[in-house]
């Protein structure tokens, strides 16, 4: 099956700092790539939807001058938290669609940011 | 709307059968998903409906109900590793929406 890769798997910053996580996938190419965020012992949240060479759509209470998405390659996508809080400690986790089907999601292992 | 509904939480005990059921907003609808998740790691495809009916895979069946918004996961022969969240969401309008997920104890 079709691969998507993460990095870091986890990363530990200071506060107020910024921090970057690719999303990569592996074998196949993705006009599409999605950002989701996930709190301890609750669903996924969608963030925004990364559009090769155009610009994300951000969910509702987003801030997408917080959340940097860039998706400048059709195997590429990143998302960079400037400013970096506490609040902003969670599992940020990529999928990526091969564009045959919508059906054909595939999620990258996840990113633990802590913010100290 | 974007709801989606499922249990919070059920346990079951080993060897068992569970169905975890899930209902959904119909509007858009375009396939629905069960992913199984466990603590740390990211969902794993378990199974993808979008048309009625049971779609069986090994232990795993999920079945759908489009008139209905309403969708269930069945586990057969439960084994402790089964003992996970199990996600269930809907491809609104090529749109993921997720659900709250159902934490599963799997008891011996």
């Known amino acids: 099956g079709a691969v998507v890769s993460q990095h870091p798997s986890w990363v530990i910053c200071k506060s107020g700092t910024s921090v970057k996580i690719e999303c990569r996938s592996l074998?196949?190419?993705?006009?599409?790539m999605f950002w989701y965020r996930q709190f301890p012992k609750q669903s996924l949240m969608l963030m925004a939807t990364s559009n090769e060479g155009s610009k994300a759509t951000y969910e509702q209470g987003v801030e997408k001058d917080k959340f940097l998405i860039n998706h400048a390659s059709l195997t590429l996508s990143t998302l960079t938290v400037t400013s970096a809080h506490p609040e902003d400690s969670s599992f940020y986790i990529c999928?990526?669609?091969?564009?045959?089907?919508?059906?054909?999601?595939?999620f990258g292992p996840g990113t633990r940011l802590t913010v100290t | 709307g974007q709801n989606i509904d499922q249990p919070t939480e059920m346990t079951a005990t080993e060897g068992a059968i569970v169905q975890i059921n899930c209902t959904y907003q119909t509007s858009g609808f375009n396939g629905l998903f069960w992913y199984q998740q466990h603590a740390g790691e990211a969902p794993t495809f378990l199974s993808y409906n979008v048309l009625d009916g049971l779609e069986e895979k090994g232990r795993f069946s999920s079945f759908l109900s489009r008139s209905k918004g309403y969708s269930y996961l069945l586990l057969k022969e439960l084994q402790m590793k089964d003992s996970a969240s199990y996600l269930c969401l809907y491809n609104q309008g090529g749109k993921l929406i997720f659900g709250q997920g159902t934490e599963l104890s799997v008891k011996p």
């Open positions: 999928s990526a669609g091969s564009g045959r089907s919508t059906y054909e999601q595939y």
């Open positions: 074998d196949f190419q993705a006009t599409t």
